[in-house]
């Protein structure tokens, strides 16, 4: 937790609303900072290499160790706007865990305040969002899109209510896990990708009768 070194720094930096990593004098100067910009992380620094920094190899580990940590990151959002269903409910996008192109499961992205007992499935995209007129809601996703396998809502037994709930593990269906045929990007490191729940519901008529939920969109983790 703490270094020395004749030439540690050649610089300070200054990092509004970020979060300060390495200080020196009594936290006065910043020597490496960190701030989450849009769906990216910046480490911002002066750090000279570490053949300048004492102890070692804690000294070498140290500067790994933010070079992995820094590569290792991945970002999650939610955007754009859910069709409310016929029970009056909006679907509501959300996700548990962290994208891995390598892990084959810890990533699940769940849709609640559903229609119970319905089949669904999600459409995924690389194109980046959107908001175009969709079966009465928004389809956020921009082209190409694609499917993933179907899933149950589950829930309360009928009369219909908003007790069902899609949810997948991501990371298992991108390594082919779940069956189905996945696009290439699913396993590309740092990759953006976009994620909308589609389902259908009978309380609209035809052309309108689908759910749709809000997007999620996040970046593909190691």
Same mark, same amino acid.
């Given at each position: 937790?703490?270094?020395? *070194?004749?030439?540690?720094?050649?610089?300070?930096?200054? @990092?509004?609303?970020?979060?300060?990593?390495?200080?020196?004098?009594?936290?006065?100067?910043?020597?490496?900072?960190?701030?989450?910009?849009?769906?990216?992380?910046?480490?911002?620094?002066?750090?000279?290499?570490?053949?300048?920094?004492?102890?070692?190899?804690?000294?070498?580990?140290?500067?790994?160790?933010?070079?992995?940590?820094?590569?290792?990151?991945?970002?999650?959002?939610?955007?754009?706007?859910?069709?409310?269903?016929?029970?009056?409910?909006?679907?509501?996008?959300?996700?548990?865990?962290?994208?891995?192109?390598?892990?084959?499961?810890?990533?699940?992205?769940?849709?609640?305040?559903?229609? @119970?007992?319905?089949?669904?499935?999600?459409?995924?995209?690389?194109? *980046?969002?959107?908001?175009?007129?969709?079966?009465?809601?928004?389809?956020?996703?921009?082209?190409?899109?694609?499917?993933?396998?179907?899933? @149950?809502?589950?829930? @309360?037994?009928?009369?219909?209510?908003?007790?069902?709930?899609?949810?997948?593990?991501?990371?298992?269906?991108?390594? *082919?896990?779940?069956?189905?045929?996945?696009?290439?990007?699913?396993?590309?490191?740092?990759?953006?990708?976009?994620?909308?729940?589609?389902?259908?519901?009978?309380?609209?008529?035809?052309?309108?009768?689908?759910?749709?939920?809000?997007?999620?969109?996040?970046?593909?983790?190691?």
């Amino acid at each position: 937790t703490s270094y020395t *070194g004749n030439s540690f720094a050649h610089a300070t930096v200054t @990092n509004p609303g970020g979060t300060s990593v390495i200080v020196s004098n009594g936290g006065a100067d910043i020597h490496l900072s960190e701030l989450t910009i849009g769906a990216g992380k910046l480490m911002l620094g002066g750090l000279t290499t570490d053949n300048w920094h004492q102890p070692q190899p804690d000294a070498h580990n140290l500067r790994s160790n933010i070079i992995s940590y820094t590569a290792s990151f991945t970002s999650v959002s939610t955007y754009c706007t859910a069709k409310v269903n016929s029970q009056g409910c909006t679907p509501t996008i959300s996700y548990v865990g962290a994208s891995s192109a390598t892990a084959g499961s810890g990533f699940v992205i769940r849709t609640a305040q559903v229609i @119970n007992n319905k089949p669904g499935l999600y459409l995924y995209s690389n194109g *980046g969002r959107a908001a175009l007129p969709f079966y009465g809601g928004l389809r956020c996703l921009g082209n190409p899109v694609r499917r993933s396998v179907s899933m @149950n809502s589950g829930g @309360n037994p009928p009369p219909s209510d908003c007790s069902g709930v899609y949810s997948m593990d991501w990371n298992t269906f991108s390594s *082919g896990g779940l069956g189905g045929t996945q696009q290439a990007y699913l396993h590309g490191v740092g990759n953006v990708v976009q994620v909308q729940a589609w389902g259908p519901d009978s309380g609209f008529p035809a052309g309108l009768n689908a759910t749709l939920s809000n997007a999620l969109e996040y970046s593909v983790g190691p």
